[in-house]
Each structure stands twice: as structure tokens, then as C-alpha cells.
């Protein structure tokens, strides 16, 4: 084509003027018709290549994304059934769980008269007594791996051990999901579902006899004895896999879908029901799949949208990518007007100028050619400009280290943090620059980030010119061509200004609980120093007793904010010098009610709030508000329990003198019945350290 329009050009100047130019005008108007059809039917093929390309692209991407969605939705559910490893595979668990499978009698019998005067088996009885242990290890299990709670089934499916201290029938679902583990001698999941709490789920676990091999990963011949029930909260994590990923465009949206019965129902985490029915339900293909095409959206059955859906392997979700209709189309209207604008005004300028079309292909062509080239070079200086002077006013260092962890590039940030120039950093490795020490603890896993091919980010101290600052790096695979991973791209963020910043957070946090005790017992002139003792012992109590650093945390906010409740007491009955009567008793014990209602809006550990409420109870059931007893207490309120009145046997009152410790100690000591023997002593051997004798010392 380009040479017919040359040949056109160079015959224009000769028909002007000259014989049969009205034959000569007619074809190179004949000519310029034809190119116009050309034009026109090049930019309708234009259209429907561009429109191809787009849905086509469109589609790869929705697979890209749904996919990659759901292989790490199916990561999370094999990570979660992984967390209980290590409670199924513990020998003392299958023991317990194969005697429970051998136990002919009723389990709700023998475990609901564990203290009863009837008879029992004694292999019942045994059972029976080792129930608390196996409790207290699931109890522990379950808070450690973030469960909501945990059950113990047995092959039937009926629960004989629970986290949360009691065993309410099982829902028929539950119990044949549980059923269902066990013949498969696979985890199993559960429909997501809505609580108070929010979306939560149960991953139901086969358990096994204690000489057979089995796992979340292993299947034992011998068959499965019981099934581990965990209950899991899972709105944040849905959240979260559902929020937009770099690969989405406006318009876009990823859903989760559930099928319960024939009703297709979209997971809504975010939303107060947590769930949304699909008005317009969901065709599906012969894989189970939903196909990409046009059909009414999820959210919306008035909406269009395209479409497309994978199928979560075993369980009945479906991760749909959809977009909106306008949205997608946009890309291929915009295209096609603009081409369409362009052929029109190609058409025009062909009439026009048609006698100079040798011009317009050949000189005014070459430069425009010449011209984009250099706006192009241009373009590129003015890019790699730009990247440069990020690089060197950025805060945050940059390096990128090759597979033997020499260092290929760094910014100009890095070299100055370790006063050395860039050009000298080349080639140099961790150990050379920060010291062989802390070079090991950096490249902990440079090894694991190359060889797995995915990003790690860690915090260490690193010391820069005498000084300490902490740093957040983040380590990602450099990888060629071929996939081949050829080193390490790092990026550190000095985090030092933040960190010190959380700590004086806690200790600001820390120091208006202790103001807000003092408030509380002005109150109360016989309570002066009571919490601040009450918390001071009760931190080194959980200590002594190996509790988790959470627990420790969570006891001492429990014991400064123990005492609120009184504020609401008249305070005439606090001061009252004599007996409380029986109705003046029963106002002062209100004041645990008054704790929980001032608390239990506030955002505070739900451990925090059961040790206050559960303070004043007693292990023979004698206490208040419940009556609760023996294990039906929190670790946390026994230890208050215990403390609360030695702190208060210690302080003078109105009626009575202070006690000594020890005969404080001897009290509650022989009040066995009321108090955790293990609690007393964890105190009795506390006060007799540097720490205790310090907190029991007067303040001047």
C-alpha cells in the first residue's frame, strides 16, 4: 500500500493542468476510496482484535487471581488442620482418647457424676480423674494456637472435653462432619457460619491410637479413635484474602461464595448478618466451575458484570472474580472511538491531500518517526533521572545481593548509614560490613527466601556508628528470565522512633491503670495500697507459676482494675467498722456486677474481664457471683482469689488488726477446700524473695 501511494504522489504535479485530467482526478479519487474502505475495514479489524484482546486478557487475569486465591485459601485450611499436630500426636492424648473409645458406659453419665455418690467403674473413675488434666492441656492448646474454643469428640461424635468448661449437644452437622473425618481419616471442614463473634468455622481432625502413625498428613490403618474440634474466627482472614491485590482494576471485586442446601450465599465478614444470598443463584460447568462470560453480578442480580469462578477443593466455596460490565468494556469503547475518530480523519486527510501523499509518507513520515524516537530517548533520560534522585533522597535503605550474598548494588542511603562509599560496598558481603555476628543474624534466612521464592520480613537491632537502631527488613527473590533465583532484593526501614514509641505507649498505659486503682480506693481509706500490692503479687505468682507472658500481662490489668466495682458501693457500708449485715453483704457483693457492666464494652482481653468477674469465687462453690466451682474458674481468678484476701488479711480494718504474712499464709493454707494449694504455695514461696519482701515492705 505504501508503494501505490507513492507512485500516486509523484503523478499529481503532472495532471495539473495537463490533458485528461478529469480521468486523472477520477483515479485518484477512485484511489482514495479505496484506501478509505481499507481504512475503515482495518479499524473495525482493529476493534474486534482489540475487543478479543481484552476480554482475553481480562479472563487470564480473573484466572491468575482466583486461582492464586485459591491455593492460598487451601494453604490457610491444611495450615489450620496442621495447628492441631501437635495435640493429636501427643501420646498421653491418644491414650486418653483410645481408653474413652474402649469405655462401654454412657459418657455424659460418667462425666456428669464424677463427683456423685453412685457407683461408677473403675476404669470410669480413672477417666474421670484425669478429665481436668486433659482440659487444661486443651484449654492451653487452644489458646496458644488462636482458637475460639476446642472440643474432643468421640467416634459417635459426642464431646467429653471442651475448652470452655461445659459440653452442649452437638448440632447434627457437627456431629456428621466429625463422622466424616474419621471414615475418611482426613480434616475435615465446616461450612463458615455467623456468630456474635463474627465468621467462624470448625476444622474437625482425626485422632488416632497411640501406636498408630497419623497426622494431618499420614493415615493410619488402625483408623481414628476420636476427632479433634476446633472453632476458629475467621472474618479478618476472609477480609483479608478477599481485599484487592495489585492485579485488579477499578470496577473489580472478588467474592466468596457458599453453597448451604440449593441457597448460594455470599461471605460478607465486613457486614453485621456476615452473610448475603445470591438473588440470581450460580450456573456452573461440568468441573464445578463458573466459566467467564456475562451474567448478573453476585452482589447485585440487576447489575452485569463478567464474570468467572474456581471451585475451593473439598469444600463447597467458590472464589468468583467479577467486574463490572461498563468497566471492562471501557478499555474497547475508548479504543474503539478513538480508532474510529482516527480512520474518519484519515479518510479526510486522504481527499485533502491526496496529491501529496509521496510528502506524507516519505518526509513528513520519517519525521514524525524521527521525532517519536526522540521524544522516546527523551522519555528514558528524564525516567532514569527520576529513579536516580529516588534513590538518593530515599530513607529507607536498598541493596540487592547476589546468591553468594555480595552485595551488587546499594543506594545511597545504605552506604552512608555505614560510612562507606557505594563503589567499595560492591562486592562486599553482610560480615564485611556489619560484623560476623550480625551478618548471621540477617541472613538467617536468605537461604529460604531464594529457595522458596517468596518474601520475608524481619526486625533485628543493628548498630550504625556506636548507635543501636532497630530495623524492619524485607527480603524478596531476584529472579532472571527463566526463573532462576539469582539473589536478594532488601530493604530496611528504621523502625527505632516507632519502637521506642510503643513501649512508652505501655508504660504510659501502665501508669494510668495504677492512677485509676489509687481513685478506686480513695474510696475505701482500709484499701490504700491494696491494688498496687494486689497486682505487684500477683504478676510474680504467675511467674513462679511458668504462666505465659500473656497471662502474666493480663493478671496485673485484672488485678489494678479489680476494685472498680466499689466505686458504685455506698460508702457507708465500705467504712462500716462492724458486721455487715446480710443485706449489706449482698449490696457489697454487687460490686463484681458493677466490674463487668463498666467493662465489658471496653476494648480489654477477655481474660482480663473472666479473672475479675471470677475473683471472688471459691473452689467449693461458696464464693460469688455464680457459685462456680473447682476448675470452673479461670487459672487467673484463682490466683486473685487467693490473693485478694491475703492482701486484705495483711492491711488493718476497721473491726480487726493487720495479720502477719505467715499467719495469713497458715489461713489459707488450711483452707484447702476454698483456695488452689498450688496458688498459696506459688505465694508462700514468692514472699520469701528479694521481690516478694520488697512488696511487702511499707512505704515510707
Not at 492485579?247 to 473489580?252: A, E, P, Y
Not at 545504605?414 to 562486599?428: K, W, Y
Request: glycine fraction near 8%; charge should be negative.
Amino acid at each position: 500500500m505504501a508503494e501505490h501511494t507513492t507512485q500516486t504522489a509523484s503523478e499529481v504535479p503532472k495532471s495539473i493542468g495537463g490533458a485528461k485530467q478529469g480521468v486523472k482526478i477520477g483515479v485518484v479519487l477512485s484511489f482514495v476510496l479505496v484506501i478509505s474502505l481499507g481504512i475503515l475495514l482495518l479499524a473495525n479489524r482493529a476493534v474486534t482484535g482489540k475487543e478479543v484482546g481484552v476480554l482475553d486478557n481480562l479472563q487470564k487475569r480473573f484466572d491468575i487471581l482466583t486461582h492464586v486465591r485459591s491455593e492460598v485459601i487451601s494453604s490457610f485450611l491444611d495450615n489450620l488442620s496442621h495447628h492441631g499436630d501437635r495435640l493429636i500426636k501427643s501420646d498421653l492424648f491418644r491414650l486418653y482418647a483410645s481408653e474413652i473409645d474402649e469405655f462401654d458406659g454412657d459418657l455424659s453419665s460418667l462425666f456428669g457424676t464424677i463427683y456423685a455418690e453412685d457407683e461408677v467403674d473403675e476404669s470410669g473413675v480413672v477417666l474421670a480423674e484425669q478429665l481436668p488434666m486433659m482440659e487444661n492441656m486443651l484449654r492451653e492448646f487452644s489458646t496458644y494456637a488462636g482458637f475460639i474454643n476446642a472440643r474432643i469428640l468421640s467416634r459417635s461424635g459426642e464431646a467429653y472435653i471442651a475448652t470452655d468448661g461445659y459440653l452442649p449437644p452437638m448440632k447434627d452437622s457437627q456431629i456428621t462432619d466429625a463422622q466424616a473425618a474419621i471414615e475418611t481419616n482426613r480434616p475435615r471442614f465446616s461450612p463458615l457460619r455467623k456468630t456474635v463473634q463474627g465468621i467462624v468455622m470448625d476444622v474437625y481432625v482425626p485422632i488416632y491410637p497411640p501406636d498408630a502413625v497419623g497426622g494431618t498428613d499420614e493415615v493410619s490403618p488402625e483408623g481414628a479413635v476420636g476427632v479433634l474440634m476446633m472453632t476458629r474466627l475467621v472474618s479478618g482472614k476472609i477480609t483479608e484474602m478477599l481485599s484487592n491485590s495489585a492485579l485488579d482494576t477499578k470496577g473489580q471485586k472478588i467474592r466468596l461464595v457458599q453453597k448451604d442446601g440449593d441457597i448460594y450465599r455470599e461471605a460478607t465478614p465486613w457486614n453485621v448478618e456476615g452473610f448475603k444470598e445470591v438473588p440470581k443463584g450460580i450456573t456452573l460447568d461440568a468441573d464445578g466451575n463458573l466459566p467467564f462470560g456475562i451474567r448478573p453480578s453476585v452482589d447485585n442480580g440487576n447489575q452485569k458484570v463478567y464474570s468467572s469462578g474456581v471451585k475451593i477443593p473439598g469444600l463447597e466455596w467458590w472464589l468468583i472474580q467479577e467486574i463490572d460490565y461498563d468497566a471492562a468494556v471501557a478499555p474497547i469503547n475508548n479504543f474503539t472511538r478513538t480508532v474510529y475518530i482516527v480512520a474518519g480523519l484519515g479518510i479526510l486527510t486522504a481527499f485533502l491531500v491526496a496529491g501529496l501523499a509521496w510528502w506524507i509518507l516519505t518526509g513528513v513520515q520519517s519525521q514524525r518517526v524521527a521525532r517519536e524516537f526522540k521524544a522516546l530517548a527523551t522519555q528514558i533520560d528524564d525516567q532514569k533521572r527520576f529513579i536516580d534522585s529516588i534513590n538518593a533522597n530515599i530513607d529507607e535503605f536498598i541493596t540487592l545481593k547476589d546468591a553468594e550474598g555480595r552485595y551488587t548494588y546499594v543506594n545511597d542511603a545504605f552506604a552512608h548509614a555505614v560510612g562507606r562509599s557505594r563503589e567499595e560496598l560492591i562486592g562486599m558481603d553482610a560480615a564485611a560490613v556489619f560484623g560476623f555476628d550480625t551478618a548471621k543474624r540477617l541472613e538467617s534466612i536468605d537461604q529460604i527466601v531464594m529457595r522458596e521464592n517468596r518474601k520475608e520480613t524481619i526486625n533485628e537491632p543493628i548498630f550504625l556508628r556506636s548507635q543501636r537502631h532497630q530495623f524492619q527488613i524485607s527480603k524478596s527473590p531476584y529472579c532472571g528470565s527463566d526463573g532462576t533465583c539469582a539473589g536478594l532484593v532488601e530493604v530496611y526501614r528504621d523502625i527505632t522512633e516507632f519502637v521506642a514509641a510503643q513501649e512508652q505507649n505501655k508504660r504510659l498505659i501502665k501508669s494510668a491503670m495504677e492512677a485509676l486503682g489509687s481513685t478506686i480506693e480513695a474510696a475505701d481509706p482500709y484499701l490504700g495500697g491494696h491494688t498496687k500490692l494486689l497486682a505487684g503479687l500477683s504478676v510474680e505468682v504467675a511467674k513462679a507459676l511458668h504462666l505465659p507472658e500473656m497471662d502474666v500481662a493480663e493478671i496485673e490489668t485484672a488485678a489494678n482494675l479489680s476494685q472498680i466495682g466499689k466505686m458504685f458501693v455506698p460508702n457507708e457500708i465500705l467504712t462500716k467498722p462492724g458486721k455487715l449485715t446480710d443485706d449489706e453483704m449482698a449490696l457489697m457483693e454487687e460490686h463484681v456486677e458493677h466490674a463487668y457492666r463498666i467493662l465489658k464494652d471496653i476494648d480489654i482481653d477477655e481474660g482480663v474481664l473472666l479473672a475479675i468477674y471470677q475473683m471472688n469465687e471459691r473452689l467449693d462453690g461458696s464464693g460469688y457471683p455464680k457459685q462456680l466451682k473447682g476448675d470452673d474458674t479461670i487459672m487467673l481468678a484463682r490466683i486473685l482469689s487467693v490473693l485478694n484476701v491475703f492482701c486484705a488479711m495483711i492491711r488493718p480494718r476497721s473491726y480487726r488488726g493487720a495479720k502477719e504474712p505467715e499467719q495469713a499464709l497458715g489461713i489459707l493454707s488450711s483452707e484447702t477446700t476454698k483456695f488452689d494449694s498450688a496458688v498459696v504455695q506459688a505465694l508462700a514461696d514468692v514472699i520469701k524473695t528479694p521481690t516478694g519482701e520488697k512488696l511487702l515492705t511499707p512505704k515510707e
